[in-house]
């Protein structure tokens, strides 16, 4: 079976802190149903997790002269965060998109990405 990783790059993290235990009972609920139609396609969910907000991160890139710099949170440019993300199994990519179609209930943005292998 091919790997991807189905991510969330653009949960508002301000929405998302403020969510009720109903709200955010719903996004769980949701992404059991994205599992489930999965399941039913011949998938599977294999790993993933949801991220902490972004002021917890810290952001690693090499500067002048190849050193490592260490900066809290990530880049003031970034255009998106990635609030969580999910590993599956799936031998039809037209399948996983078809399951993935739920998780716009909760997450205004869904991405797909092919795992490489090395």
Not at 26 to 33: H, N, R, S
Not at 82 to 105: M, N, P
Request: glycine letters at 8%; proline letters at 5%.
């Amino acid at each position: 079976m091919t790997e991807y990783v189905v991510m969330f790059p653009a949960d508002n993290e301000e929405e998302r802190a403020s969510r009720t235990p109903a709200e955010r009972q719903a996004v769980f609920a949701t992404d059991a149903e994205f599992g489930r139609l999965l399941e039913a396609r011949g998938g599977a969910v294999t790993g993933g997790a949801g991220l902490t907000l972004s002021g917890q991160a810290r952001t690693l890139t090499r500067g002048p002269r190849s050193e490592v710099l260490v900066t809290e949170g990530p880049y003031a440019e970034s255009a998106e965060q990635l609030s969580g993300f999910f590993v599956v199994s799936c031998d039809e990519y037209d399948a996983l998109v078809e399951a993935a179609r739920v998780l716009t209930w909760a997450h205004p943005v869904v991405e797909i990405r092919p795992v490489q292998e090395f």
